[in-house]
């Protein structure tokens, strides 16, 4: 008989990059001894001060709890600085299986409740101590959240999507291969087994290279609340960096992104320090549609990390439509999305050097977008 045990984000390298294992039941011991010699320095690793959730229900002293046959278990270390430290551990944990529930729990923990989606964000932000929620509300038990849909005139995204499923459906990569390129910039190979496209939204930072992706898609969230659904724009979505539109007690629970028409397709680029696990300094995203002349016919553009959320640039857009995509109306949109730019200055890079980022990104996009477009491979 075994228990499913899910593998903390922080040990996922040690555990050669596995997300979940199954191991023989026992007590929360024995299972940390099995664990230690399948995976050696794992017990290391997770420290001494950890609480464990099994089945949902929060354990703070476990070592002796009993883990019973068919039952999921997860481990909650907080390992900051080098040093195990017990940051918010007093934290509930519920696992609902349907929105309804879910909701239903965010509305009754007000602001001292948090979303548990990938918690790629979360579990970092709780462990420097950035936010110190009472209850955490795991939603990938959920159905709904974890749909990936693509019919005839939508595609349907589940918010605790993650990354790694999402660039495994070829289909979709084919249909909207920047949001797919978009999606697979996020964090490491483990990271992108939890990361997900609503978290990598609801986080709010002006950075996350998804959002401009789906801005240019023109999706659409779908919000469950106390009162009921409602539709949001993602370009209306953030309102600044770390805030949303999402009031108390609400759940992102899709993205519907609509099937472009054809002879349109889409693209994302980023710049960063680092080619890999980096945080853009500039992104641009553009979907372009081409007439039979080869015309543009329609386009999107958006650009992240340049301004306190990602933007859509309409001008950008007047400045392609009707053109044959050469070098005067690029070169007229990069001047529109430089205009829309209001970057700031930090340790990754000043404000000017943004700005001309941007500018650059965005030519680039719409090139590879219009080239995708017209069905040349790339």
């Not at 997300?19 to 997770?46: C, H, K, M, T, Y």
Request: with cysteine; glycine share 10%; hydrophobic share 45%.
């Amino acid at each position: 008989m075994t228990c499913l045990v899910e593998i903390p984000t922080a040990l996922r390298a040690l555990c050669e990059g596995e997300l979940q294992v199954q191991v023989p039941v026992g007590n929360v011991r024995s299972i940390v001894r099995a664990l230690d010699e399948r995976f050696p320095g794992f017990r290391e690793q997770l420290g001494q001060s950890f609480a464990v959730a099994i089945d949902g229900e929060l354990i703070h002293d476990p070592w002796l709890e009993p883990v019973p046959a068919g039952t999921e278990l997860h481990f909650l270390p907080v390992i900051a600085g080098g040093q195990e430290t017990q940051v918010s551990v007093n934290a509930a944990y519920a696992a609902p299986e349907d929105v309804e529930a879910a909701v239903a729990l965010l509305a009754e923990a007000g602001s001292q409740g948090r979303v548990l989606a990938g918690g790629t964000d979360l579990i970092v932000q709780m462990r420097t101590g950035q936010c110190s929620p009472q209850l955490l509300v795991d939603v990938k038990r959920i159905p709904a959240l974890g749909v990936c849909e693509l019919g005839t005139e939508v595609l349907r995204l589940g918010a605790a999507l993650s990354s790694a499923v999402l660039r495994e459906q070829p289909e979709v990569r084919r249909v909207f291969p920047g949001l797919v390129e978009a999606a697979e910039l996020i964090g490491s190979e483990q990271v992108q087994g939890r990361a997900s496209l609503g978290g990598n939204l609801c986080n709010g930072s002006p950075a996350a290279d998804t959002v401009p992706a789906l801005i240019v898609a023109d999706a659409t969230c779908i919000v469950a609340g106390p009162t009921g659904m409602r539709e949001v724009p993602v370009a209306a979505f953030c309102t600044g960096p770390g805030e949303t539109v999402l009031g108390t007690g609400e759940l992102l629970v899709e993205l519907r992104v609509p099937r472009p028409p054809a002879r349109t397709s889409d693209a994302y680029l980023r710049f960063t320090p680092r080619s890999e696990m980096d945080i853009a300094v500039a992104g641009a995203a553009a979907r372009l549609e081409l007439g039979d002349d080869g015309r543009c016919r329609g386009a999107r553009v958006a650009i992240g990390a340049v301004a306190p959320t990602a933007l859509l640039v309409p001008e950008a857009a007047e400045a392609l439509v009707g053109s044959d995509l050469g070098e005067d109306a690029l070169e007229a949109a990069a001047a529109a999305v430089r205009a829309a730019s209001r970057p700031i200055d930090d340790v990754r890079a000043p404000a000017a050097f943004r700005t001309h980022l941007v500018g650059v990104l965005s030519k680039r996009v719409v090139r590879i977008a219009a080239s995708r477009a017209a069905g040349e491979p790339g």
